[in-house]
Every structure is written in C-alpha cells, then in structure tokens.
C-alpha cells in the first residue's frame, strides 16, 4: 500500500494564482471575441458569377429579376421580406441611396406573399430598381441565403464580389461604397 | 404606471443592495452586531422589491400592455395565456429579470432559515450575494430595461417566436436559471469562507443542500432543454454539442464534481481548497454561459437578441466576479489546512478520481466551445468545433469516471479494499458479462461500440442496486433486520443509489438510439407506405387546419407491425403569422422498445409530401434517466442531516467522525 496522502496546499503563489491567470486570458479573448462578428462566414459564392435565375415581379409591380439583368453595370442585391423586422432597420438607408442614386440596388423577395410585400413597399417607401418574388425561397437557397437580410455586391460582369449578412448599418454602406468606387475604377474591392 | 413601478422598484432595489453589500461586510470585520444585523431585513427588502418588478412585467403581458416595448416586441394578445407567462422570460430583458428574482429568492432564504449560521459568516455570504445582485440590476437598468415604454401604442404584438412557444419550453429557462443561481449560494459561501479564512464540515453542510438542489434543477433544465430540441425542431436529435448547449452543461459537470467533493469536506475535513475553487468555478462557469448567449461572440442557434453593448457590460462584470474572487483564493487560500489523510485507494481517493475525470472532461468542453473563438482572435480563421470533437476528447473521459462510479460507493473512507469492493460487485459483474452476451448475439451485425456500451450501462445501474442490496445486507440476514436497515439507512446514500442507476440509464438510452437508429426520408403520395425498422407507416393523406395563433398541416400515418395496426400519427407542419415563421410538430409514439417519430414537410407540388420517420429504440432511458438522476438528487435532499440545516459548529465537529465509522464500520 502507498503512503497515505492529504490534500496538497499549492506552497508557491504562482501556482495559487494558475486559476486567476486562465480566467484572464479567457476574459481577453472574449474582449477581442466581442470585436469579431462570427456570424460573417465567407460565403463560397464570392468571385462566381452570380447563379442562374429568373423570377417574376411583384403583383402590380414591374421589372422582375433576372441573371442577365445584374450584367452591364455594379449593383447590389439586397434579400428582404415584409416579415422580417431587420429589413425595417436597414430600410431607410437604402431609401437614400436610391435617391442618392450612386448605384442600382435590386431586391430578392424572400418567401413573402406578393401582396404582403406590396404594401410594406408601399408603406415605407420602395428603394428597389427590380425586384424579384422569390415566394418560395428557392433561389434565395442558390444565392446561399440562410438569413433574411443579406446583401450582395455584383460586378458589372455579373460576379458576386462581396456579401454582407444582417441589416446594412451606415458604416457598412461606407465599406460597400468603397468597394463599389474601387470596382469602377477597374480595381479589386475591399469588403 | 405598473410599469413605472416595476422600474422604480428595480432602482430601489439596487440602492438595497449597495447596502447590503457594504455595511453587513464592515459589519462582520468590526464585530459590529447592529452592522450585521442589518444583512437579513436588507435581503428580505431586496427580496419584495425585485419580486414586486417582476410582478410588474408579468402583469403588463398577461394584460397584454402593448405600451410596453418588451411586451410589444415580444408578445401577441392572441398567443395561449401560458405563452404570455412563460414569454415574461422568452427575451432578453425578461429573462434577467428571473435570474435577479431567483436571485434574491435564495438570498431571502438564507435570511429566514439561516438562522443556525454564524451571524458574521451569513452576514459575509449575503453581502456577497448582494455584490452579485449589483451586477445584474445594474445590467438590467443601464442596458436592458424591460420597462421602457413604447409611443405611439401598437394595436398589437409582434409575438414571441413559435419555436419557443411550446410547455418544453416555457420551464426549461426556469429550471436552468435555478440552477445556474443555485450555484451562486455555493459561490456566495465559498467567497465567505475565503474572506473569513475558515472552511469547515459545518460549512460544507450548507453549501451541499445548495449545491444539490442547484444540481437537481439544472439536470432538469438541461433533460427538458434536449427534450424539447428533440420533438421540437424536427431532426430528430436530442444534443448538438451546440454552444449554448455547452454553456449549461459545463456547470454541470463543475457542478457534479463540486456536489462530490464536498461531501469529502463535510465527512473528512479534507479537499477544502479544491472544493473551495470547484465552487468559484462552477458559478463562473454559470456566468460565462449567460455572457455566450447574449453577446453574440459564438455562432449558436439559440442567439438572444445580440448587442454588443450588454456583450461589454457582461464581460466587465464576468472579469470583476471571477478575478475578485480567485484573487481572493490565491491570498487565502493556504489559510484552509487540509485535515483528514487518506490511502489512494479510499472512497476519498475515488471522490478526487471522479474531481479529476469531471473537470478535465469539463476542460475539454470549454476548450472545444471557445476553440473557434481562439482561433478567430489569433489567426481570422473561421471554423466551427463540432460533434466529432467533443466525441473524441469527452467520451474517453468519460468512460473511465462512468467505470469508477460503480466502484466508489462501496470504498470505505481513509483505507479500502479495492479487491474485496470488486467481490462485493459480483452480481453486477455477472449481469454485466450477461449483458455483453446478450447484446452479442441479440446485434451482432449492428455498430461493435454498442455492445460494450450497453454492458457499460448495464454494469452502472447493477452495481447501484448491488450496492444498495450489500447496504440492506439483503439476504444475509433475516427480512427483519434489511427492513430495519431500510428505514434507517441515510437518505443520501440512496440518493445515491438512484443518482448513479439514473445515469446508468441515460447511456443505455444514448447507445441504444444512437446505434440502432433507423431513418427514413422520402416524399410520399397518399396511399403509398414505407417500412421503418420492422414498421410500416401508411401515408392516409394530409389535411389543413386552423390552430389559436397558427395554421397548420396535419399529415396521418397509419402505423402496423407484421399487418397489425399500432397506432395512428399525426405530424404537423405550422404556419405562425405573428412573428412568420413554420415549425414542425414531429409525431412522437413512445413504447416500451423505443419512440417513432414521424415528421411531415413542405408539399412538393401534386399532392406529394417529404416526410421523415425515424424508430429510435430507448430513446426515452435518456430523459428517464434523467429523471430518476433528479429524484436521487431529491431523495439525498430530504436527508435528515439537510433538513435539520447544519448543526452547531461545535456539534458538526464530532458528527462527521461518527458517520464516517459508522459507514466505514460496516
């Protein structure tokens, strides 16, 4: 049989101080965690040409969408639904950019009814150049949408350059602003 | 103005608690009895003042107040009167508002039944608890009132999310909070002791009514939580290693090992320091999984509303709590003298075996949650730490604590026998051997592990019963004197009993359904059947109808067996329009040989359907399990020792020795 034993008191202060030390370096990188934003995965649509497509207008609404529409010049897309209440926070910036109107924005109609959507249009005001209806969602899935709101940069060639995940806040639009000014210019975009 | 009264009451109660924070301490390093005094009534005021706030949200959703932002944004005055309850805690702000209630609550019960502590000590433990409650009012006020009000007035809400909208759910973050708070007692207590540099058996009788009740309610937190994910989202799985899921289940496993090592305190004067950090450790592990879900810093399922804001509020608050107090532990902590030595080879020794195995195991789950984490901060690369991981690095360590298990009740303290335990186990051996045949042949085509983990399982709720039979000294003597052991063998030792036969269950269940499941997914015209493991399911057809606050397809199968017809099921397929949203309400047919589970989608387009079925066998040992773990943690609860509260601290020494012989006498 070995020899009996009782409880060791760490002797040494580091050694007490081992727990505080863990718990610190955890704390600094959830600080740092605080400053990252998970949720933004790449999507790995990003440099493709945008899928294949073609969806109709909304009821009482014309232009729909579809591919060949997103060729010729820089656009965004932007993915909303009447239901979805993020799309009400990002709304009236793109209501100034179309009054600005810097560059086209198009809208993806996700699984909404048309008539739904038509007068959240018509409520808050419509910022869209063409909107496609999308009642099903089954380009949206092609789009790799897995959140309502999403917004994607297309190059004038038809490429997905950049997407943004959640509600588009003001300094979101500066980095897309940028990247769309980068983009005309012939250079690559930074988003 | 019910609400304004609420918020009132909140800004009240923080001024309470600044109080109670401070004087009852001074109180307690002067010696000044009226300073002291004054740590119970401020609990009690404290106690009425945030119960009077929440009685004030609860009031504004029932009557559903839209005036109200939290209610506007979270509740609909078509939703089930349930619902409006159970939505008080269905967001952000609510749900910190019953975390403080439960807070507080504890506090308060402290003051009343406390009575047979030192006054400076209760005065310490509800000054800390007071700190505690600072934070979090403070949190509540400055970054999330639930009381702000809303102009102009909404006709209506905007509802709770359906997915939550369910009884699961309506007590699984009730259930959760308790332990999670329960939890802060043993913190509360630890932090006294530390300050008062004196850990003794009277103190670990306190903190293990705390800790157990703490266990009682988290393990049923987290059984429902998994419950509910299984019937509710419709994949048929019960735990996700998600996040969130993580976030409960590491205080948990801090918790399991703090429930055990305090025992080793309480009957040998020993493991102080360890128990003493087990029990900051466990609190903070507590927080840390309130600052995961809110802040938004890993990606989950469950993500309450995020802000980064409150993200920041919370992490100075995490940093202040759990810094303070290990700094606290790396000054005292030599104060705390170990008394009682022991053999390797001793219940104790089995005790700091299971400590060792728990909390590397608990390591492990923090290191794969927060690994993605890591990994962004350092190098901006994503990834996401799943499943696999956690199956390679917690299993393993598992497995030898779940071998142990049966083996530790029937160590004797200071010294054992591990050989002569081994012979007392020879009918759970034997059982365990039968179980390995039997599996062998009854599957032997199906996954190898099962069959060990089954005779795992088998071998954890035999010893359990062996162990209690050798207690009774059933058979060896007459009925008579078993009987007579019956009654007056302590509680906590058949809490035990229950405790580890309960988790003997849950890895049945687990290796049962993980490795015999069947599953099938197809899409079906009515009329047509498919066969599911042994059964057949018969599409009848799919009809639409109206629900209180959702419409709904309901889909139904005529299930038989060898052309006997067992049962009907009915699947649901849920249209919410407040907020928009589709859920699925799987079919789930509980038997003796495991539940059916059958899951009805969207329409594909002339009259087809994509359905699901899965044939789970003893699925159901899982939540089972669970439950008998919940009743021994109870049954050990309603000992004598807890229910007469601690004994005087002059008693309480000479106690533990007589327990301890008279266990180990036998």
């Given at each position: 049989m070995s020899e009996p034993i009782a409880e060791e008191i760490p002797r040494r202060a580091w050694l007490r101080l081992v727990p505080l030390v863990v718990a610190l370096v955890i704390g600094a990188f959830l600080f740092v965690g605080l400053g990252l934003r998970p949720k933004e995965i790449p999507s790995a649509l990003i440099g493709k040409a945008a899928p294949e497509f073609d969806l109709p207008a909304l009821p009482g609404r014309p232009k729909g969408l579809k591919t060949a529409d997103l060729k010729g010049e820089v656009s965004l897309v932007n993915v909303f639904a009447s239901w979805c209440v993020s799309c009400r926070a990002e709304h009236p910036l793109f209501m100034k950019l179309q009054a600005s109107g810097v560059v086209p924005v198009h809208g993806l109609n996700n699984k909404d009814k048309g008539?739904?959507?038509?007068?959240?249009?018509?409520?808050?005001?419509?910022?869209?150049?063409?909107?496609?209806a999308d009642l099903k969602g089954r380009v949206s899935i092609d789009w790799g949408v897995y959140g309502v709101p999403e917004t994607f940069l297309v190059s004038a060639e038809g490429r997905i350059v950049c997407k943004h995940i959640g509600p588009v806040m003001q300094r979101d639009l500066e980095i897309l602003l940028k990247a769309i000014e980068a983009l005309r210019q012939g250079g690559t975009a930074q988003c | 103005m019910i609400a304004e009264l609420g918020h009132f009451a909140l800004v009240l109660a923080l001024s309470v608690a600044l109080v109670q924070a401070t004087i009852p301490l001074l109180g307690a390093w002067r010696g000044d009895p009226g300073w002291i005094g004054l740590a119970r009534p401020a609990a009690l005021v404290q106690c009425l003042l945030v119960s009077i706030a929440f009685g004030a949200l609860m009031h504004a959703y029932v009557t559903s107040d839209f005036s109200v932002l939290n209610v506007a944004t979270n509740s609909h005055s078509a939703k089930p009167l349930l619902y409006k309850i159970s939505g008080v805690w269905g967001n952000h702000e609510g749900s910190l508002l019953l975390w403080l209630l439960i807070l507080v609550l504890f506090g308060a019960a402290v003051a009343l039944f406390g009575g047979n502590l030192p006054a400076p000590f209760r005065a310490r433990v509800l000054s800390v608890q007071a700190m505690i409650a600072i934070g979090f009012l403070a949190f509540v006020l400055f970054t999330s009132n639930p009381f702000e009000r809303l102009f102009p007035v909404p006709l209506d809400g905007r509802g709770l999310n359906p997915l939550l909208q369910d009884p699961g759910l309506a007590f699984h973050p009730p259930f959760l909070y308790l332990g999670y708070v329960g939890f802060s007692m043993a913190f509360s207590f630890a932090v006294a002791a530390l300050i008062e540099g004196r850990v003794d058996a009277a103190w670990a009788r306190w903190v293990r009514p705390w800790t157990?009740?703490?266990?009682?309610?988290?393990?049923?937190?987290?059984?429902?939580?998994?419950?509910?994910?299984?019937?509710?989202?419709?994949?048929?799985?019960?735990?996700?290693?998600?996040?969130?899921?993580?976030?409960?289940?590491?205080?948990?496993?801090?918790?399991?090992?703090?429930?055990?090592?305090s025992i080793v305190v309480e009957k040998r004067d020993s493991l102080?320091?360890?128990?003493?950090?087990?029990?900051?450790?466990?609190?903070?592990?507590?927080?840390?999984?309130?600052?995961?879900?809110?802040?938004?810093?890993?990606?989950?399922?469950?993500?309450?509303?995020?802000?980064?804001?409150?993200?920041?509020?919370?992490?100075?608050?995490?940093?202040?709590?759990?810094?303070?107090?290990?700094?606290?532990?790396?000054?005292?902590?030599?104060?705390?003298?170990?008394?009682?030595?022991?053999?390797?080879v001793s219940r104790e020794g089995g005790l700091v075996l299971n400590n060792l195995l728990l909390s590397t195991a608990c390591a492990t789950v923090l290191l794969g949650t927060l690994y993605p984490l890591f990994l962004d901060a350092v190098t901006g690369e994503k990834i996401t730490v799943?499943?696999?991981?956690?199956?390679?690095?917690?299993?393993?360590?598992?497995?030898?604590?779940?071998?142990?298990?049966?083996?530790?009740?029937?160590?004797?303290?200071?010294?054992?026998?591990?050989?002569?335990?081994?012979?007392?186990?020879?009918?759970?051996?034997?059982?365990?051997?039968?179980?390995?045949?039997?599996?062998?042949?009854?599957?032997?085509?199906?996954p190898w592990l099962a069959i060990p983990g089954i005779a795992l399982g088998v071998w954890m709720i035999a010893a359990a019963l062996e162990e209690a039979a050798y207690r009774l000294r059933l058979f060896r003597v007459p009925v008579g004197e078993s009987l007579r052991r019956l009654v007056r063998s302590p509680r906590?030792?058949?809490?035990?009993?229950?405790?580890?036969?309960?988790?003997?269950?849950?890895?049945?269940?687990?290796?049962?359904?993980?490795?015999?499941?069947?599953?099938?997914?197809?899409?079906?015209?009515?009329?047509?059947?498919?066969?599911?493991?042994?059964?057949?399911?018969?599409?009848?057809?799919?009809?639409?109808?109206?629900?209180?606050?959702?419409?709904?397809?309901?889909?139904a199968f005529q299930v038989s067996r060898n052309g006997v017809d067992i049962t009907l099921m009915e699947p649901e397929s849920r249209e919410y329009q407040d907020p928009p949203m589709e859920t699925t309400?799987?079919?789930?047919?509980?038997?003796?040989?495991?539940?059916?589970?059958?899951?009805?989608?969207?329409?594909?387009?002339?009259?087809?359907?994509?359905?699901?079925?899965?044939?789970?066998?003893?699925?159901?040992?899982?939540?089972?399990?669970?439950?008998?773990?919940?009743?021994?943690?109870?049954?050990?609860?309603?000992?004598?020792?807890?229910?007469?509260?601690?004994?005087?601290?002059?008693?309480a020494g000479a106690k533990p020795l007589k327990v301890a012989q008279s266990m180990a006498g036998k």
């Open positions: 008539e739904a959507a038509m007068s959240w249009l018509n409520r808050y005001g419509d910022p869209y150049d063409r909107v496609g | 157990l009740a703490a266990w009682c309610f988290l393990t049923m937190g987290i059984a429902l939580g998994s419950w509910w994910a299984y019937y509710e989202l419709g994949w048929g799985g019960w735990w996700f290693w998600d996040p969130v899921e993580n976030a409960s289940f590491m205080p948990w496993l801090a918790g399991t090992a703090l429930l055990h090592s102080k320091n360890w128990t003493v950090l087990l029990a900051i450790v466990t609190f903070s592990l507590s927080l840390l999984g309130t600052f995961l879900v809110r802040s938004g810093v890993l990606t989950s399922v469950h993500a309450f509303a995020t802000d980064p804001a409150r993200g920041v509020f919370i992490l100075g608050f995490l940093i202040v709590v759990i810094a303070g107090s290990l700094t606290l532990y790396a000054i005292r902590a030599p104060a705390m003298k170990g008394g009682g030595l022991f053999a390797p799943g499943p696999p991981y956690f199956n390679a690095t917690f299993g393993p360590l598992m497995l030898p604590a779940l071998i142990a298990m049966a083996v530790g009740p029937m160590l004797r303290w200071k010294r054992a026998d591990l050989g002569g335990a081994v012979q007392r186990l020879k009918f759970a051996i034997a059982a365990t051997v039968a179980a390995l045949f039997l599996t062998l042949v009854l599957a032997y085509d199906g906590s030792a058949w809490g035990t009993t229950f405790a580890h036969a309960g988790a003997g269950m849950v890895i049945i269940g687990i290796v049962a359904s993980s490795s015999w499941q069947v599953e099938k997914l197809q899409v079906m015209r009515p009329g047509e059947e498919v066969a599911v493991g042994g059964y057949s399911f018969k599409f009848i057809g799919a009809r639409p109808f109206k629900g209180p606050n959702y419409n709904a397809v309901r889909g309400e799987a079919a789930i047919r509980t038997g003796w040989g495991g539940d059916l589970y059958a899951v009805i989608g969207d329409p594909t387009g002339d009259g087809v359907w994509s359905t699901r079925f899965y044939n789970k066998p003893m699925i159901h040992w899982i939540w089972m399990g669970a439950l008998v773990m919940v009743f021994g943690g109870m049954v050990s609860l309603s000992d004598r020792r807890h229910r007469v509260g601690a004994p005087s601290r002059r008693k």
